[in-house]
Structure formats: C-alpha cells, structure tokens
C-alpha cells in the first residue's frame, strides 16, 4: 500500500515512468523522544533495468529474491557492531559520496549521503584533509541530530570502512574531529 501511495508522490521526482516503475519502501523506526511522521527509504527503478538485472542473472544461472542496495546493505554490516542497547554508525567511502548510517537493535534508523569524492579521502596532499574535515562536519551534524531525535538510543561509536589506498592516519584525522570512539571496519 505505502509503495502505491509512494508511487504518486515519485511523479515528480524522478526521470522515468513511475506507473510501471519497480518501488519498495523500507519503513524506518520512529523517533525515541519526538513525535514526527514515519520515514522511509524508497527505493525506485525502471522496469527495464529491473528486467535486464534479471536477465543477467538468468544468463549465469542465478536466482535472486531481493535487490540490495547500499543503505540496507551497510544497515547489515552496522548492525554487526553494535553492542546491546546502543546504537552504533559505520561510514563508507564510495567513488562519488560516502555513506553515514546509523543502526539500533539491527534497525535502520538514521542514515546520510555525504559529498566527498573518494579522490579526494585518498589524496597526498592538502586536499585529503579538507575533505576529511567536511566529512567529519557532516557526520558531526548526523550524530547531532541522532542524539536529538533518539535520545533513548545512545550511540557507542563510529566504524570507518576505510577505502583502499586511504592512508595509514586517515583514521586518525577522523578521530580527532569526532567525539565518538572511532575504529575501522575489521569483518
């Protein structure tokens, strides 16, 4: 029902037909303190790329049930270092944009895009830092906000899935700018 009602709303949002487009919608836990509306992740495709995706792993002889995307995905592996009754935060570094998300009791609960170009984390000169400083600003205002809208969840600390060729104290430049225990994603 959410993804019909959702559908509607997605006209004017994206760039191709929603009436046949493939949309999922990923309830997210209501605040701990405040009273707001429900959020949600909505996830929507093209049937064609829908069908294609299929028809690939039909070629290689593979079943699939669900298509993973990269919140739920890092939701999974955040989830994994949580300890009881804390909330726990793992960012990961793609090409174009990291990738905050915050977990509680293996939920998705928080969660946010930031614009910092893989390049630059992984730079030998000043620009590394500058884009690790308005990394941090930005997981900073996350974690602010975490703290504010679900206060009964608190968070024991940050994880870092550090990307290859990052420095050896890329974790270290982070740590000091968060005021959360900051280690690096070991699976």
């Not at 915050?102 to 614009?115: A, V, Y």
């Not at 600003?137 to 996350?142: A, C, G, I, K, S």
Request: glycine share 4%; with cysteine; net charge negative.
């Amino acid at each position: 029902e959410w993804s019909d009602a959702i559908r509607w709303s997605l006209r004017e949002q994206v760039d191709f037909a929603v009436d046949d487009a493939v949309i999922d919608v990923l309830s997210l836990p209501a605040a701990t303190q405040l009273r707001q509306s429900s959020q949600t992740l909505t996830v929507a495709m093209p049937r064609e790329v829908q069908a294609d995706l299929q028809l690939v792993a039909d070629d290689h002889g593979l079943r699939w049930n669900a298509l993973e995307v990269p919140e739920t995905a890092l939701r999974n592996i955040c989830a994994l270092g949580e300890e009881e009754g804390k909330a726990h935060a793992l960012l990961a570094f793609g090409a174009q944009q990291a990738l905050l998300v915050i977990t509680f009791q293996g939920e998705l609960i928080m969660m946010r895009h930031i614009e910092v170009m893989l390049s630059a984390i992984t730079a030998r000169d000043d620009s590394r830092g500058g884009a690790l400083s308005r990394a941090a600003l930005e997981v900073l205002r996350t974690l602010d906000t975490h703290e504010r809208v679900h206060s009964q969840a608190p968070l024991a600390g940050l994880t870092v899935a550090l990307p290859p060729g990052a420095s050896d104290d890329t974790l270290e430049m982070l740590a000091e700018l968060i005021y959360l225990p900051v280690k690096a994603l070991n699976l």
